[in-house]
Structures are given as C-alpha cells and as structure tokens.
DNA sequence: GTAAATGTTCGGGC
DNA sequence: AGCCCGAACATTTA
C-alpha cells in the first residue's frame, strides 16, 4: 500500500508515543522483517528510552529512542502503523510492538516485504543520510531530475520513475498517476523524452507528490477529484479526461494502466 | 485452484 | 563498472 504520502501518514501514528518512556519491545525475531537484526539488541537498546521523535524520507521511516537508538522502517507492500489502547495483545502479522505504560505502537505487515533496521550512535544512520530529496522538496529541482533521467536513459520512463535513488517515495500508482498527468505513455524509453515532455514530467511529478501529501498524509483521504488514481484499479477504468477505456500491461515488472488517447 | 497485489533485492547477461 | 531484466521473497484476496 504505502508510498510517499500514506508513508507519511502511518509515520504520524506513531504520535501518540512521543516523548514517552518504553515500558517493553514484543517482536517477532524469526520474521523476514527483521533480516540481519540483532533483535535481542534492538529490543534492549530501546526499552526504558524515551520515545524522542520520528522521520520520514521517500518510503522509509527513521525513530528514535533515548540519546543513541534508532529504529528505521520500511513498509513493503503491505506494512502500517498503528496505536492500540491497552491491554493489547500482537496478533499473527504485527511483528514489532512497542509498549508504553498506556499505548502499544503496532507494525503490521502481512508479507514481510517490510523492513526493521537497527542502528546504534550519536547520529543519524548512514543509510538514512543517503537517501535523496523526494519530488516535493526544493532541493528535487529540474536538473537534478534531468541528470538522474540521462543516467537511465535505456529504461521504459515508468521503470525509470519506480527509482527510488532518484524518484523517492514515488510507487506504482503514483508512477502511473505522473505519467498520465504529464501525457506520456509509459513505455516510452527515458533517453528518448524531449526538453518539452521533461519539463512536463518535472512538473507533473511534483504536483502529485506534493497533492498526494496534502490529501493523504494527515488523513488518508483520497487524492483530488478527476485524478487516474480513482480509474485505474478496476480493469474497466476509463481516462477521467475523455472516458476512453484505460489500457492495461506490465511495465518494468508491475502492472501499468495508462490512457491510450493522452498517453503516446 | 489460480492470479495478482501501492516494493525491494539479488544474480546473471550485456 | 554500470545498466537492465526477471526471479525471488510471504501472504492474502478476488
């Protein structure tokens, strides 16, 4: 489920922990999530620390606890957060709970595509500091976007978007959703992109970056009327522009729906 | 029973 | 070395 904006959104339910002293960590050690974890490390570092705040960068997530601790979380293809009141017991899928005295943070995810990652020190991770600028940050100018793009230039620009060392945060839908808006169909192949389609991409990746956050990220409300996104889970789904039946494929490994008219 | 699912990562080929 | 593709990961849902 989650990318830019619905990470954002699961990051904020963890909030009602802030500034509060974990009590205990319940975990599930043998899961994916937690591959190449200490777990026994993790949960030792983290109980009795103060919850001290949390981040979200592209699709990942950074909290720290006490002066030293610093949890990371991806969401895969289907992890959330969420708070439960307690008492409060983890089921089959939430594999790493943090208790309080009167609130658990719950990560849940079915798959275990997602990820915990571990890191101890003063400072942030390194991993965390190499994560680029996402699309609706200034620092995601057109030429930062022009010289990522000409380092791809033999991918389809849909595979080249699903980049997260270039595009971070941008997943499947929202991938579809840039490509629809700027008029450019989805297997057309990076390098090939003229000034003026570049220029369109740039503008239409950060409009739905930044509408994405501003419908999703405090509410999980749906993006803006008139959008592809509200077409393009149903096969049957018709371009909200002209109701011209969406045409369906797979595009860099995931499924891709675009407007055969808007889109050449 | 089968296919597909909002995501990464790895190995092999070029 | 860098780029690109396809398979793999684990589970639920249609």
Not at 30 to 56: I, M, Y
Not at 127 to 156: C, G, N
Not at 190 to 197: K, N, S, Y
Request: hydrophobic share 40%; glycine share 8%.
């Amino acid at each position: 489920m989650p990318e830019l904006a619905e990470v954002e959104y699961y990051r904020r339910q963890w909030d009602p922990g802030l500034g509060k002293r974990v009590a205990r960590v319940e975990l599930h050690p043998d899961t994916r999530v937690f591959r190449g974890v200490d777990t026994r490390k993790l949960a030792a570092a983290v109980r009795d620390q103060r919850f001290g705040g949390s981040w979200a960068r592209g699709k990942q997530m950074l909290f720290r606890f006490g002066k030293e601790a610093w949890v990371g979380l991806h969401l895969g293809m289907t992890g959330n957060l969420r708070t439960e009141a307690l008492p409060f017991t983890p089921e089959k899928h939430d594999h790493f709970v943090v208790f309080f005295p009167k609130v658990a943070l719950v990560f849940r995810d079915a798959r275990q595509f997602g990820r915990v990652r571990f890191d101890e020190g003063e400072s942030e991770p390194e991993w965390w500091r190499r994560i680029p600028a996402s699309p609706h940050e200034a620092a995601f100018t057109k030429k930062v976007m022009a010289d990522f793009l000409a380092r791809h230039r033999r991918l389809p620009i849909k595979a080249t978007l699903l980049l997260q060392t270039g595009f971070a945060g941008v997943g499947n839908w929202m991938a579809d959703e840039i490509l629809w808006q700027a008029g450019i169909y989805p297997m057309r192949l990076t390098g090939e992109l003229t000034a003026r389609e570049t220029a369109q991409l740039w503008r239409s990746t950060r409009n739905v970056c930044r509408k994405a956050l501003e419908t999703i990220a405090t509410s999980f409300g749906d993006p803006p009327k008139g959008w592809l996104f509200h077409e393009r889970w149903s096969r049957k789904g018709v371009c909200p522009k002209h109701k011209r039946v969406l045409k369906c494929a797979t595009v860099g490994g995931r499924t891709t729906v675009w407007c055969p008219r808007c889109q050449r």
